[in-house]
């Protein structure tokens, strides 16, 4: 089974960007789809972004025109760049190939904190 591994959060003052990566131990072609998604404290994990393909891209109406999702294929890895971050961005983010059903693959998740 492919497995997902993330990496790129931290911390950064609001208004700063971090992009993320998500490397995947086998050939990202094995998803239909890969996406982002969010958890913060005491919230329900959320939709950030996904991807089939270059343009084929969907996003949260919270992050539209600030976040943007891509994907290489000849590296097995996609990437969120995140660009004007907010205090309310701040959680943990998770890479996801194959959505939310039960064959979906989710890496471990990296922390992403904003200060205000």
């Known amino acids: 089974q492919v497995q997902l591994v993330e990496s790129g959060g931290g911390l950064v003052q609001a208004g700063g960007s971090l992009r993320l990566s998500c490397v995947a131990s086998g050939s990202i072609f094995s998803f239909y789809n890969m996406g982002w998604y969010r958890q913060a404290p005491g919230k329900q994990r959320e939709l950030v972004a996904r991807i089939v393909t270059e343009i084929n891209t969907n996003y949260a109406d919270s992050v539209k025109g600030r976040f943007t999702i891509s994907r290489d294929n000849a590296k097995n890895t996609i990437y969120l760049q995140m660009n004007n971050l907010k205090a309310e961005d701040t959680a943990v983010y998770y890479c996801?190939?194959?959505?939310?059903?039960?064959?979906?693959?989710w890496g471990p998740g990296t922390q992403v904190t904003v200060s205000s």
């Open positions: 996801n190939g194959g959505g939310e059903g039960p064959r979906a693959t």
